[in-house]
T-cell receptor
Framework: DQQVKQNSPSLSVQEGRISILNCDYTNSMFDYFLWYKKYPAEGPTFLISISSIKDKNEDGRFTVFLNKSAKHLSLHIVPSQPGDSAVYFCAAPQRRYTGTASKLTFGTGTRLQVTL | GAGVSQSPRYKVAKRGQDVALRCDPISGHVSLFWYQQALGQGPEFLTYFQNEAQLDKSGLPSDRFFAERPEGSVSTLKIQRTQQEDSAVYLC???????????FGSGTRLTVV
């Protein structure tokens, strides 16, 4: 059962344009979401997060939107740069261990290629 | 250290061989996670340590998988009698706690032939 879904395995965008990466989830208990970026042969790095009490969070060129009723979130990158070419994962904490970190459920990822 | 260090970076094992994968978390990070990432998939949870205590091992796919963190710092993931389906990237992540905020290592790519 894939609780976090990224239905677009790949996306190609021209430099300077907007990149929109989508993520859907099925577990209504999820109340926090994270986006990770992964370059080849490296581990995922945290990019941006959003709590369910918000519908938008912005950090520089990156904005995440959350639509709770649709169980959908999206990551917008404006303007896209060649260095943004990577695989992007959507993730949600699934179980919280008292006082400490939570394990994450990841989507399958979207490979973004930003072309010149 | 400055980041999470994993070794070896690459490991080729013959089917049936035992392997041990090492993770050096960021100093002081009490939480340590292991994830398995198959080709074309997202990372999938294997197990979680809080200091030396293994609090959750629900993601370990079989009893051939074993993880330990005896002194609450370095962790080892051991896979016995490796099978082809064990081929994947094994990622380690550490955290001080809270939601998200993990630092991942670069992973160990295991290929079972």
């Amino acid at each position: 059962d894939q609780q976090v879904k990224q239905n677009s395995p790949s996306l190609s965008v021209q430099e300077g344009r907007i990149s929109i990466l989508n993520c859907d989830y099925t577990n209504s208990m999820f109340d926090y979401f994270l986006w990770y970026k992964k370059y080849p042969a490296e581990g995922p790095t945290f990019l941006i997060s959003i709590s369910s009490i918000k519908d938008k969070n912005e950090d520089g060129r990156f904005t995440v939107f959350l639509n709770k009723s649709a169980k959908h979130l999206s990551l917008h990158i404006v303007p896209s740069q060649p260095g943004d070419s990577a695989v992007y994962f959507c993730a949600a904490p699934q179980r919280r261990y008292t006082g400490t970190a939570s394990k994450l459920t990841f989507g399958t990822g979207t490979r973004l290629q930003v072309t010149l | 250290g400055a980041g999470v260090s994993q070794s070896p970076r690459y490991k080729v094992a013959k089917r049936g061989q035992d392997v041990a994968l090492r993770c050096d978390p960021i100093s002081g990070h009490v939480s340590l996670f292991w994830y398995q990432q198959a080709l074309g998939q997202g990372p999938e949870f294997l197990t979680y340590f809080q200091n030396e205590a293994q609090l959750d091992k629900s993601g370990l796919p079989s009893d051939r998988f074993f993880a330990e963190r005896p002194e609450g710092s370095v962790s080892t993931l051991k896979i016995q009698r490796t099978q082809q389906e064990d081929s994947a990237v094994y990622l380690c992540a550490s955290s001080l706690g809270g939601l998200g905020g993990y630092t991942f290592g670069s992973g160990t790519r295991l290929t079972v032939v």
